[in-house]
């Protein structure tokens, strides 16, 4: 999540130094979720078998993107810096992450889980805009390092304000797949079912993992066995085929799927309208840009602990409905004429709340998918992964337009942007209200 958000202070700048228009920013941000659309189907067939190796293969791209994006100022080409940014969403990595939660934790577990994962992703987020702010300020100086020839051509290794989030970022992931090599290990996931076998009756018995639990460093499982007699094989876990997929999507998934859209449309909105709105319509610069990022990052981090906690004494529905009805109340501030204080306080309370509310969605929608689904390819990691970042892509979509539009009146920018977003949660809260019993089956 730093990598994604690191470019957002800098990264009008590094456009049009490379002769591009600022609102391009809008593609430029949007072209990492756009590629992680297509990698995530990639990597779900790919988690059928194995976690390992689709994490490392991201290491490679995310290392290859980052270093595309550097060099795209030495170079002087845009296209390079598009296409880095394409290779960092082909490496996103998060589809994994979810699966990888949803096949290991438990059930009640899950939103707790999942709440923590979305704090640490608010980390990454409040870590990017800060380390902008801070190569802003101590790589402001063009640092220019003979590193190859080409054609007689000196290339140099330049570090500036612009090209040091892509050398930071390509360091940090050196150091993240070399850690996958050497630490990350398979873990047995909660949808096998084990088969034990009764030597004396004849009988087999059905056992699937309920808990597990660690005794002096050795993993035991706990099973909830049922005995079936005159049976000799466990059934097997089916996953779900393409054409199967009709009858396995039910009204409840659909229903979370769109909450989740809604959500990261918003989200987007504001991280990615951010720089642009508060330069032309408050005279902002880096500097206060990557600090109201920072600041907002780290405040989903104890909202997200805050919920964590809930989840184990509130309904997943409630908690969703509260914190959607906290976003609408944000957003309404926005179409108010916000000056600085309301834009600011405004954007806090949006993107806190709807942040926090993404771990109980997703957890929610573990819990609604079948096992067919959860052993298949389309599980709710790639699920989620999918509308999460078509939301994304739609909103940085929407924005490039509305920069557009507004190119000659950018003041009227920020009602263009929100008043589209306000009606989306307002939506959200109505399809919540609407499908209170739904949102529960299972």
């Known amino acids: 999540m730093t990598n994604y958000y690191i470019v957002g202070p800098s990264g009008p700048s590094y456009v049009t130094a490379l002769g591009g228009h600022s609102s391009l920013h809008g593609l430029l941000v949007g072209a990492t979720p756009f590629a992680a659309m297509f990698s995530a189907l990639i990597y779900s067939l790919w988690t059928n078998k194995s976690f ?55 059930e009640e577990e899950r939103t707790r889980i999942l709440s923590y994962f979305v704090a640490c992703g608010a980390l990454g987020m409040a870590a990017g805009p800060a380390i902008a702010v801070f190569l802003h300020h101590y790589a402001n100086a063009i640092v220019e390092i003979p590193w190859f020839m080409v054609d007689r051509k000196n290339i140099t290794f330049i570090f500036n304000s612009l090209t040091a989030p892509g050398y930071v970022m390509f360091v940090a992931w050196v150091f993240y797949t070399c850690g996958i090599m050497l630490f990350f290990r398979e873990k047995r996931r909660n949808f096998h079912k084990v088969q034990l076998k009764d030597a004396e009756s004849g009988t087999t018995e059905y056992s699937a993992i309920i808990r597990k639990t660690e005794i002096g460093g050795a993993e035991r499982y706990e099973y909830n ?3 079936v007699h005159e049976r000799k094989e466990a059934p097997p876990i089916s996953p779900t085929k393409l054409h199967q997929l009709k009858n396995e999507i039910t009204s409840t998934i659909v229903l979370y799927l769109v909450l989740l859209w809604i959500n990261k449309f918003i989200v987007e909105e504001f991280i990615s309208s951010g720089p642009i709105i508060t330069r032309d319509r408050f005279g902002w610069g880096v500097h206060k840009i990557g600090t109201l990022g920072a600041i907002i990052g780290l405040l989903v981090v104890p909202i997200s602990i805050v919920v964590g906690w809930l989840s184990k004494k509130v309904d997943d529905r409630r908690l969703i409905l509260a914190l959607f009805c906290i976003a609408v109340f944000g957003l309404v501030i926005f179409t108010c004429d916000p000056g600085e204080f309301r834009y600011v306080f405004g954007y806090l309370v949006v993107f806190a709340s709807l942040q926090a509310s993404e771990s109980v969605i997703t957890s929610s929608l573990s819990k609604c998918v079948s096992a067919k689904l959860a052993a298949g390819t389309f599980n709710s990691g790639l699920l989620c992964t999918e509308f999460g970042t078509a939301g994304r892509v739609t909103a940085n979509g929407f924005l490039t337009m509305a920069g557009l539009l507004t190119k000659t009146t950018p003041n009227l920018l920020i009602y263009v942007v929100f008043t589209p977003a306000c009606v989306l949660a307002v939506t959200g809260v109505m399809l919540m209200k609407f499908n209170w019993q739904e949102m529960v089956r299972r």
Not at 96 to 102: E, H, N, T
């Open 52 to 106: 390992r190796y689709p994490l490392l293969f991201s290491g490679c791209m995310l290392l290859s993107g980052n270093l595309l994006y550097a060099v795209a100022l030495e170079f002087d080409c845009i296209y390079f810096l598009f296409a880095g940014r394409f290779m960092i969403g082909l490496g996103g990595t998060r589809g994994i992450s979810r699966r990888y939660i949803a096949d290991t934790v438990l």
């Open 225 to 227: 066995t049922i005995n």
